[in-house]
């Protein structure tokens, strides 16, 4: 969620991204690189991913979430 930061952060970053979800990192090559840090950037991404995925909207990568973010 909004705050939290680490390897789970950028591993949900990092789909996202692929996804075509932009998070906020930083662009090098063209290409945007997860940072880890779950700002309102990554929020933002989170909950468009859920509404186009029929989520519940709250912007936190919970159980469902992830499972459909590791399964798309």
């Known amino acids: 969620k909004n705050g939290d930061t680490g390897c789970a952060v ?7 991204i692929f996804k ?3 998070c906020g990192g930083s662009i090098s090559g063209g ?3 997860p940072d880890g840090d779950f700002g309102p950037t990554t ?3 989170v909950k468009s991913f859920q509404s186009k995925n ?3 909207i709250d912007g936190i990568i919970g159980s469902d979430t992830w499972r459909i973010l590791l399964n798309t």
């Open 43 to 45: 929020e933002k991404a």
């Open 31 to 33: 290409r945007e690189t």
């Open 10 to 16: 950028k591993n949900a970053q990092a789909l996202l």
């Open 20 to 22: 075509g979800y932009g």
């Open 54 to 56: 029929n989520l519940s």
